[in-house]
C-alpha cells in the first residue's frame, strides 16, 4: 500500500511540473499555449475593407466672366436673411451721395432690380473695385405721399447697412418739373467692390422702379 501512495505522489508531482511549464509559465510572460500543429502558421486577420484616399483634389468650378449685358436681380423671401417680415426702416435718411472718380466718362448697367411693390432681393456680386446705384427711374402714383426706400446690405454681414436710400414727397415734387436733375442727384457711388449685396426695397404709392447697378465703361476692357 506504501508503495502505491508512493507511485501517486510521484505521478501527481509530474503532473503539477508539466502544467507549470506549458500553462502557468506562458500566460505570466504573455506567451500563449500553441494551438495549432506543429509547422503550421497560426492564421492571420484579413479586413473586410480597405480605405482608400484620394489622389485629386476636385477643381473648384471658375466664375464666368461678366459679358457686359444686365442682369436680372429677383426677389426673394425676407426670411432667407433674417428678416422678419413686419420690419422695416423707413424713418431712415439717405447720406448724400457720392460723386464718381475723375476719369469716369461713361458707366454701364452691370445689373437691374425691377418692381413695384416692397421685397428683398437675391444676393448680387460686383466683382469690381467701385460701382453705382443709378435709382432715377421711379414713377409714383401720387405726388403727395409717395415713398421709396432702399437699404443696399452686405451678405457676408445681414448686420451691417452698406448704404440706405430715401426719397420722400419732397424729392418727388422738387425733380417733378426738372427730370435732368433726378439723373444728376438720384445716384449713389459705393467706393468698395469685390463684395456680395443684397437689396431691401420698401415703397408706398410707387408704380415702378427700375434700379440699375452700375460699373465704369472702363472696366469691360480690364
Known sequence: MTKKQDFIYVFLG???????????????????????????P???????WTPTIPTTVPTPTPVPTWDGKPRPVGF?????????IEENHLNMTAPP????????TRWVTY???????????????VPFPMWRLDYSDITTSND???LFNCQVMD?????RFVRVVTLNFADFLGTKENPDLRKQQWVSTFYEGYHDYYFVINTRRIDSYHLKIQVPETYLDA
Not at 451721395?97 to 469716369?104: F, Q
Open 14 to 40: 509530474i503532473a503539477v511540473v508539466l502544467v507549470m511549464a506549458l500553462i502557468i509559465k506562458p500566460a505570466a510572460t504573455g506567451e500563449l499555449p500553441g494551438l495549432w500543429g506543429s509547422g503550421e
Open 42 to 48: 497560426e492564421p492571420g486577420i484579413t479586413p473586410t
Open 155 to 159: 451678405a457676408e454681414d445681414p448686420n
Open 97 to 104: 451721395g457720392a460723386v464718381a472718380g475723375p476719369g469716369i
Open 111 to 125: 445689373a437691374t432690380i425691377d418692381g413695384q411693390w416692397s421685397g428683398t432681393t437675391g444676393i448680387i456680386r
Open 76 to 84: 426673394v423671401d425676407p426670411g432667407t436673411y433674417q428678416i422678419p
Open 144 to 146: 403727395e405721399i409717395p
